[in-house]
């Protein structure tokens, strides 16, 4: 039997723009999603924007029932920068009944309250105004936002969390055209990160001031890379793929400094970011003390075969070639490798490299098209679900016996959500959706998650 801790917690996230909809008058500014779905030339599956979700804002007292009934002791969700501030800086009262009436219904229930404030969902009026985090003056209103938060709810909230997947807002944005403003432009990338980095511990600066009772982290996804032999080339080449996608926020987020060799690198592309000496010590006193780590699927990678020519703009991918191993596992609903010993790896990482801190899973799910195929006496028989976490808590269950500092494990997702590029394509949820009925229906996995909670192992 696999047994952890007592006082292990068992959660599942979601984030605003996925999950709480928009309500006729109930002052949600738009975001970047809504702009992105309007007017990009992105077609989304089906065709569905960011306003379909399980609205949440309408329905959080019957999802708190649901979460009870599925055995959940943690919840991560995020506030809505676009709903809570409006374009004049003035707060939105009904956003702050909306919140605090969710925080504190879930902490009436026992449920552990894991508040991100930012999860890719730029207001507009930012992006349109500043270019968003291109700018150094998004970073001064974030901070601004993020202190109204935590006077607003700091009493309701276990954990905060800074950012959500930070690398991906960069390069999503900025290098790959999959998240508006759909650029690509190297230079804008690396400001970008630096700029989130430094709002992060700006962050936590404001944070710090308050003496609240919670933490505060960052949640970051980390993909390990394995390079394809021992062979130097292909080694360096994980190692680079390493430096941009795990070291780029876990050093300056964790260690408050960032990899020479990624400096180096950067100096080399003259991509340095405009920076001051006094940011660098901002960011080097306000580390967080909390981490939360999302992980899907690894990097599997190997030396560049042919360098880019000199006119390509500067990626991660100039010094490595990703490659599909033969023989992995993949989810064959989504397409994404299965490999769950690289939890075990990152959780390695974590103590080894990283003084120990503390950590939780913030998200790790199994995306599966077309589910309701598998929907037998009205329940979908997600065993493939229940499989997958199973293997992977196995792996981080190994590793919190050898000393980890992991204090949790989190799924994505609660509720069939919405997502940012293949909206209800991939449902991830412990509970079926029906977007058209607002019916929610629990899953198998979701009865099997409260067993797993009831016996803290399985
Ligand atoms: C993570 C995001 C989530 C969620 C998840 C699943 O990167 O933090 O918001 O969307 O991935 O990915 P997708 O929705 O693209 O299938």
């Known amino acids: 039997m696999i047994k952890f801790k007592d006082g292990f917690f068992w959660g599942s996230s979601t984030s605003a723009e996925q999950s709480e909809g ?7 500014m738009l975001t970047v999603w809504d702009k992105f779905f309007s007017d990009s030339p992105y ?45 004049k800086g003035n707060i939105n009262q009904k956003a702050v009944t909306f919140y605090n009436s969710y925080f504190s219904l879930l902490k009436e229930n026992g449920i552990k309250v894991f508040v991100n404030l930012y999860h890719f969902d730029t207001p507009l009026y930012i992006q349109e105004k ?24 700091g009493d309701l909230v276990d954990s905060w969390f800074t950012f959500n997947e930070p690398i991906v807002s960069v390069e999503c ?26 709002a992060s511990a700006l962050a936590v600066k404001e944070f710090k001031k308050l003496n609240l009772k919670s933490k ?23 190692h ?22 990624l400096v180096e690198i950067l100096k080399k592309h003259d991509l340095l970011p405009s920076y001051t000496e006094e940011e660098l010590k901002i960011i080097k006193e ?21 360098l880019p020519n000199d006119n390509a703009p500067f990626m991660p991918t100039y010094y490595y070639d990703s490659y599909v191993m033969p023989g992995r596992r993949i989810n064959k609903y989504r397409g994404w490798e299965i490999y769950p010993h690289a939890l075990y790896d990152i959780a390695k990482n974590i103590q080894n490299n990283y003084g120990n801190i503390e950590w939780f899973v913030a998200e790790n799910g199994m995306g599966v098209e077309d589910e309701s195929r598998f929907k037998k006496d009205g329940i979908i028989q997600d065993d493939y679900r229940i499989d997958f976490i199973k293997q992977h808590l196995v ?24 997502s940012w590029l293949n909206a209800y394509k991939n449902r991830y949820g412990f509970i079926e959706l029906d977007y058209n009925t607002q019916k929610r229906y629990i899953k198998k996995s979701g009865y099997w998650f409260k067993e797993l909670s009831d016996n803290n192992g399985f």
């Not at 985090?133 to 006077?151: I, M, P």
């Not at 680079?240 to 960032?258: M, Q, R, W």
Request: proline share 3%; hydrophobic share 35%.
């Open 22 to 28: 928009r309500l006729e008058n109930d002052g949600k």
């Open 240 to 261: 680079i793929a390493d430096l941009f996608a795990t070291n780029s926020f876990l050093d300056p987020c964790v260690k408050g400094e960032y990899s020479k060799d």
């Open 395 to 418: 792996e981080l269950h190994k590793a919190i016996e050898e000393g980890s500092n992991c204090k949790g494990y989190m799924h994505w997702t609660f509720i069939d959500c919405w």
């Open 286 to 306: 306000n580390t967080v003390s909390f981490l939360g780590i999302n992980y899907y699927q690894p990097l599997r990678v190997c030396a560049k075969a042919n």
């Open 43 to 87: 077609k989304f599956h089906d065709n569905i924007g960011p306003e379909t979700t399980s609205t949440i804002y309408k329905h959080f007292k019957e999802d708190i029932k649901l979460l009870k009934q599925t055995g959940h002791t943690a919840y991560r969700t995020s506030i809505s920068w676009a709903r809570l501030i409006d374009d």
């Open 216 to 238: 505060i982290g960052i949640i970051l996804n980390i993909t390990p890379s394995y390079p394809r032999s021992n062979n130097e080339f292909d080694v360096k080449a994980a």
């Open 173 to 198: 944005g900025y290098l790959l055209q999959y998240h508006y403003p759909l650029e690509v432009d190297s230079k804008k990338a690396v400001q970008v990160a630096y700029n989130i980095a430094l």
């Open 130 to 153: 500043y270019n968003g985090f291109v700018q150094k003056e998004t970073v001064k209103l974030y901070a601004k936002y993020a202190k109204t938060c935590f006077e607003l709810f």
